[in-house]
């Protein structure tokens, strides 16, 4: 199979993807209360979106969660059943003074 | 009421959200119940509990690519913001998300189903 036949998850791609919507999202915001919930819908929106426009022929999950940072934890794993040659995820664990953001991006080969 | 005889109804299998649901909320249940939210054990339940979900969701849906994610997040007064976005077939395609809590924690479970036919 050649590289034009299908597409293989780039995960530096997708990293970077990650990394510029967060930043220019929330960067160095403080964390406000009500602009939270608007913030984990955005991100995931907005990365969804670049995902889309990179053209490769992939089903994409993206999840987001943000806390704000006092001290508790976040324990979180996850589980892929999928095509090891084609599939991929990224998770970026970001974070500034006021909130942890966990933002994991699955890509599967159609 | 008209009998489908179609090779698609067996390939197009959809996802079946109350079963999996069910099947999900039931295991979380069995492995943290009334547990109190400890550093120690964190990391082997959340593990625990996507590996019984795989296992299970592999049971029923064995046409489809599954991506099972868990949190158990201690509570205290702070929110926690989640969000996810999928683009995918929404005619096979699903997803489920279980909140679970107990005194001291709450588990939250995503699990994406996606077919690989299309």
Redesign the interface.
Known sequence: MTSEEYSVFSVDEVSNIIKEVIERLIGNHAYQ?DQ??R???D???Q??TE??NLGKR???????????K?G????????????DIT?G?CTLRWENKYVHAVV?V?G?S? | MSVNHSNDLVENEAFDLSHTTNIIRAIVEDILNRNKFNEDNVNSWTRQIVDRCQQSLLEIHNSFKTIITAMIIPKSEENIHMSNACLWDYEVDGSTIIKWENNSMYCIVSAFALSSAS
């Open positions: 209360h939270v919930t913030w984990t819908a991100i995931v929106d990365i969804l995902l889309t992939f089903k994409y999950i993206v999840q987001a969660v943000i806390v704000p006092n508790t934890g976040l324990h979180a794993a996850s589980s892929c059943y999928w095509n599939d995820s994991s699955f599967l159609i």
